[in-house]
């Protein structure tokens, strides 16, 4: 066969921001799940769908092969495109988020773009706001690492100023330093509560960025884990207030519907058009809307927020146990959010122990190689040092998650301990024959 040459040369043809992207690294490219573990690293509801589902796993009342009789959801309408304005989806959203506490002013429709998790729309930002190789994003590391994929897949230039630490506030000083001084900034990306921080961001903080006297930009106020912070804690109603605010947020996490990918933003209703009219169409599939629909009203919603106090129930377990585990550090950032940011030691803290890379990668990799439980390593990011993103589990699995860890550190100790004895014995041996 003879083999056919090409003078295609990809290096030449691919876009050089596309070439050096480094991609965004999910949960499970390191562990993949085998059905057996515990899977603490990625954030999801671990009580399962916010549903009411029954024994077996499926919505009540439903029927195979498209039976309308009590069917939740419409399997014989998959043979028609989606509805692409999604207005019903849109207006239970806005029913949930229409708590007045920030606002008299109320969310309709027309204040919504949905998309595919809210990675669409960080993406769609960008797209509707940036001239690629021309304008930046601010964002407030350390921070959920999408919104810089996607500014690299864009060509956006990356604006960063760390969150102040301790506690990961926004240094709006720095922040609106940097707004002021570089007008190309066009987006500037907050997450609150932070990942991996957990901390929930001021109120007023933010007021200030959008007060800004000179800066002509939108602030982009992702609330992923809104839904286990205290009641009230969400700005989505607050759109109403400013043009120049969007808040995303997601159905993946107290929802416990990472599966459907859906997810919202919150903004004025000219932004939402800007943003509808880019969009894919149809880009919301059938059982995704009426998935979501159900999620967001009667036996559905309760079922969510049953799951959302078992998960803050244990929370605050994991609050108080762990730090019982000799070699565990501080809790750093906030605990409104399903998951914590804490510190792995050198040694145990009576032992005067620090913050520690090697320990935590270790920690992380024994778990989840050798016990089937697997976090997430955080500590080459802002701020955190030795840090492992640890998910809120169910029960059983904060049971062996304790008993595991505590393993993990004790074996990682002894074997530091054993090799130190063994270095003074050679060291005293090498002593005693120069003496002799």
Known sequence: ????????????????????????RCARDDYKDDGTNILLDANENAYGPGLALDGRGKLPGSAENGDRGGLDVDLLGLNRYPD??????????????????????????????????????????????????????????????????????????????????????????????????????????????????????????????????????????????????????????????????????????????????????????EIARLLNSLKAPYNISNPTSQLARAALGGRHLAVMRENRGLIIRQRDRLLEELPRVPGIGQFLGGAESNFLLVEMLDRPKEEGGKPSNEVALRVYESLAEDRGVVVRFRGREVGCLGCLRITVGTEKEVDRFLVEIKAVLQGIYSSANSKTEKEEQRREVAANDIVA
């Open 84 to 269: 692409p304005h999604q207005a019903d989806l849109k207006q239970l959203l806005c029913n949930l988020r229409n708590t007045h506490t920030h606002t008299s002013k109320t969310l309709t429709p027309a204040n919504l773009f949905v998309g595919v998790g809210s990675d669409e729309a960080i993406d769609a930002l960008l797209r509707c706001f940036c001239v690629p190789s021309k304008d930046k994003i601010l964002t407030c590391p350390p921070t959920y690492g999408m919104y810089g994929v996607s500014a690299q897949v864009n060509d956006i230039a990356l604006v960063k100023v760390p969150l102040r630490t301790p506690g990961f506030a926004l240094d709006v000083p720095a922040i609106s330093a940097a707004l002021a001084a570089d007008p190309s900034i066009k987006l500037a990306y907050l997450c609150s509560p932070g990942n991996p921080t957990g901390s929930l961001l001021s109120k007023a903080d933010v007021q200030r960025l959008l007060e800004h006297e000179t800066w002509n930009g939108v602030v982009v106020l992702d609330e992923a884990y809104i839904d286990f912070a205290p009641e009230g804690s969400s700005l989505a109603e607050w759109v109403t207030e400013w043009p120049n605010l969007v808040v995303m947020q997601t159905l993946s996490k107290a929802f416990g519907l990472a599966g459907i990918r859906l997810g919202a933003a919150f903004t004025s209703p």
């Open 1 to 24: 066969m003879v083999q056919r040459k090409s003078p295609f040369d990809l290096s030449r043809c691919a876009r050089p921001n596309i070439l050096a992207l480094e991609p965004y």
